[in-house]
């Protein structure tokens, strides 16, 4: 007779972050070792909170209060964790190609986030900083400060040193815009500097800031960033990037702003590996079923930035952010463990929007909660820190939330 | 009768250094503002601790220790201050050009420290940091750092962007040498880089570190550095400093030293506004009398850096440093006082050696006190800390004392 060893099904996630963490987090506790294999891949050993990142480039926070060290929240004893970078993966093999090796799957999560999107824009991915991960936040934070620093040792007037601008007045850049306008006052004191001298300017193609957001909520949040002595520049497409500055179309006519602080925040995409490895996309985009598996295959689940489901009512995706990870994360935990299984009771994805606040700096917000209730000001700041400390406390528990929580809320 | 309106003796004090602040502080206690009038003109509306910078520079200790307020050290109802620019002198008309004005005086003391000395190393000037102000001190800092931060964000293996180069080993190099080393486990780990990575490199030209140092203290002093993971290079001088990095001649052979972070310190000489002005100078100095007043001119007095007094015994000058200038400003006031009251009792200056002591960051150091005695170690770097702030209580009292003093001799 014959002894049939049964392999384990080979679980690999790749990516940690918001969908790739909390993923990893909730399988680990609904299977055991000796019923699936799991892996975990990312570039680095911490996952980070991409919607904190604008603090950090700023220099309002630490980083080590955004990134979490993965073994602090998943079990090795469970998880195999490997710290490296994908290069892409081959869906029909069954195979990922990673930069120091290769791995075998017999069920895997795409979990890989995004990446800038500069739309062609001539000399954006040479001059323009972008807020995308740990390393190029603090990047940020430094490049500012070591400007300023020069200010007082160049000869001449640079004030080109001392300009910020934002290129874009979405999400992002509004939140950046907020944290830097607190953090000039305190440059200007460390450096030596005229505060009047320093310049944050914000650039937006679009009619208006933050599209999308309640006109009410937008007035609020522009003026509340031109009290703090943001400028706004609106309908302005940025037509380049150079080492001196930004070139900018207003009423026609281009127009320079000399700066060595551009810093890109107008567009992401998803990681574009996704559509290297040949998955069916849509604007790059991996468009799920609604049990979150890639439509060309049965044992593939995408969630996150990679992946794009339909607002059956406006007609349009659902935007890219961490809510709508987090949320995916439980039903593909779920459906991952079912398939591994050899079961087929998967559950259906359905986003719930839990509303959405804009940061303005640390001491002020605006947003949108419980469906249609406006919030301004401290009340939505801190509704906006019990946000990101609920998250926290999801994937870490307690212990967690008090390392890294968000508690300054009477400042 | 024609009734003679005497003008009060106009005294003008040329920066605000270790000689400057001091003769200036000692000068306001000893006369009454009804006899002269004294005016103090200098760049910053600070005072800053020359020998302090190794140490902002390294961004182990923050530059509003290092420097202090004008106004909380000198008397604005006795001086008048005036934060300028010094542009030239001119002894024979009594004047003296400003950036932005001009000053006519009736006695002058001259005190307007250093600059760096380049010795005509090209590219010096274009890419090596010096250690001589606050500005430039700050900015080291966060070249530094931003190199740091940059490491993790460049393509390759930029070893460039985290090595140091030291150039010069004498008491500055040394000084920062250790500042820098202390700080380099620091800036690892909130850059995330690897501490095997970094290198600190110390060239020097000459035959050994320290020149005029006891071998035993070169010795003690090469072995704790080299223990903190200093590399020396001596016997090599520097041909040449470009965009890229250091070439130096070892062994007959130039090479190349890749670095982004050059800090050339071994060299200073006299501020050359002093030889350019047409007083007569031995190496851009003025060969002071006795009573400290200019060879040439009977109502200057030089103090410190600008000033250059022989020791009859060595027959070589006295190096310019903080303890001579300091030394000096008691000689100055007093004479510059008796001159303006047109008395002739002028004292005359003598060098009297209270010893030298060089940190190896603040945890160490080395020196000579009390004629002979040789220190190493903690009772070197707290006796290093008491000189510090023996010269705080000199300059403004226990007050100024305890907020800038140096009371940390127990890490």
Not at 174 to 193: H, Q, S, W
Request: with cysteine.
């Amino acid at each position: 007779m014959e002894v049939i060893k049964m392999k384990k099904p080979r679980i690999v996630i790749l990516g940690a972050g918001y969908g790739g963490i909390m993923t990893t987090v909730k399988l680990q506790k609904m299977v055991g070792t000796n019923e699936v294999d799991i892996t975990l891949v990312n570039k680095h050993d911490y996952h980070y909170q991409t919607t904190w990142l604008h603090e950090n480039s700023a220099g309002t926070i630490h980083q080590d209060q955004t990134r979490i060290p993965i073994k602090d929240v998943v079990d090795f004893n469970k998880v195999n964790f490997v710290q490296d970078t994908v290069v892409s993966i081959d869906p029909k093999a069954q195979k990922v190609q990673l930069e120091d090796g290769e791995l075998e799957y017999d069920y895997l999560v795409v979990a890989l986030g995004f990446e800038t999107a500069t739309f062609g824009i001539k000399g954006l991915e040479e001059h323009a900083f972008n807020i995308t991960n740990i390393n190029n936040a603090r990047l940020i934070r430094d490049h500012i400060e070591y400007n300023f620093a020069r200010f007082n040792n160049e000869p001449g007037d640079r004030e080109d040193l001392i300009t910020i601008v934002i290129g874009g007045a979405g999400f992002t850049g509004i939140e950046f815009a907020g944290e830097i306008a607190n953090r000039v006052p305190e440059l200007c004191k460390e450096y030596d500097v005229d505060r009047d001298k320093v310049r944050i300017i914000t650039v937006e193609a679009g009619p208006s800031a933050l599209p999308g957001f309640d006109p009410e909520l937008v007035e609020y949040a522009m003026n509340r960033l031109e009290a703090k002595g943001v400028e706004f520049m609106v309908g302005t497409p940025i037509k380049e990037a150079t080492v001196d500055g930004v070139v900018v179309e207003r009423d026609g006519q281009e127009e320079e702003i000399k700066t060595k602080n551009f810093i890109w925040a107008a567009g992401v995409k998803a990681n574009s590996i996704v559509e290297q490895s040949g998955f069916e996309v849509n604007r790059g985009k991996v468009e799920v079923r609604d049990d979150l598996r890639a439509p060309d295959y049965d044992n593939v689940i995408v969630v996150g930035d990679c992946s794009l489901i339909m607002n059956e009512e406006t007609g349009r995706p659902y935007p890219p952010t961490a809510q709508n990870a987090i949320q995916q994360s439980a039903v593909a935990a779920h459906n991952i463990k079912e398939l591994a299984r050899g079961g087929n009771d998967l559950q259906t994805y359905e986003f719930n929007n839990m509303g959405t606040v804009a940061s303005l700096g640390h001491d002020d917000a605006m947003g949108v909660v419980f469906g249609d209730k406006k919030l301004f000001g401290w009340s939505a700041s801190v509704m906006k820190k019990v946000i990101d400390n609920r998250y926290l406390l999801k994937l870490g528990g307690i212990g967690l939330l008090l390392k890294k929580g968000k508690f300054n809320i009477f400042h």
